[in-house]
């Protein structure tokens, strides 16, 4: 039987500390790496190979209206569960 199960991200901070990430701050960098794409596909002084990567990564990547409703959908989803959303409805800027 299956109690329950926590989706969380964890790294390390330089003295060993345990850092989680929480969703509002995932939402977040997944929308500022679209702008960063956006804004390397639009840069003149790369190189043509490096503006047509990131221009070929953001034909699919989520814009940030997809991103705020996944994150409204999982936060809907997991109401009253024990799972926690991936993704957040707001960010904090």
Known sequence: MLIGFFVTS????LTGEILMTMPSERTRAVIHTREFLHEISQDASLPDSVR???KHLLRHYPSRS???LAGRV???LTEETLFEPTFS???EE
Do not use: D, N, T, V
């Not at 964890?10 to 901070?13: L, N």
């Open 10 to 13: 964890y790294g390390f901070g």
């Open 52 to 54: 047509r990567q990131a």
């Open 66 to 68: 997809e991103m705020l």
């Open 74 to 76: 999982e936060e809907r």
């Open 89 to 91: 409805s707001f960010i």
